[in-house]
């Protein structure tokens, strides 16, 4: 059974650093950049995926001190579902439109 939780440790790691490329760069893994339409928001939300993912592993695995189940519990879950939540309006919002720049389609 720990192999799931280091595979979730993985994946965690994973996102984590996908979101802080992300938040750096810009740049969006291939098979999302044509849906998502605010990089900054999906960035930050692969950190929290992230975060979350890592944190609940660490915890397993007690390498760090132990909380109660209800704070990890509900704290995983937290970090979990807010970064869902960002990620799905990073590809929801519309895009903004700066004031400098014309409407392309107007021209």
């Given at each position: 059974m720990a192999w799931v939780v280091g595979l979730g440790a993985l994946l965690g790691l994973l996102a984590v650093t996908s979101g802080i490329v992300t938040l750096r760069t810009?740049?969006?893994?291939p098979t999302a950049r044509r849906h998502v339409t605010r990089p900054?928001?999906?960035?930050?939300?692969?950190?929290?995926?992230?975060?979350?993912?890592?944190?609940?592993?660490l915890f397993?695995?007690?390498?760090?001190?132990?909380?109660?189940?209800?704070?990890?519990?509900?704290g995983g879950n937290a970090?979990?579902?807010?970064?869902?939540?960002?990620?799905?309006?990073s590809q929801?919002?519309?895009?903004?439109?700066?004031?400098d720049h014309p409407d392309p389609s107007a021209v």
């Open positions: 810009g740049w969006i893994v900054r928001l999906h960035g930050l939300g692969a950190l929290l995926t992230g975060t979350s993912l890592f944190l609940q592993s397993h695995f007690l390498a760090l001190p132990s909380v109660s189940w209800e704070a990890r519990f509900f970090l979990l579902l807010s970064g869902l939540l960002l990620i799905a309006f929801l919002l519309p895009l903004r439109r700066s004031h």
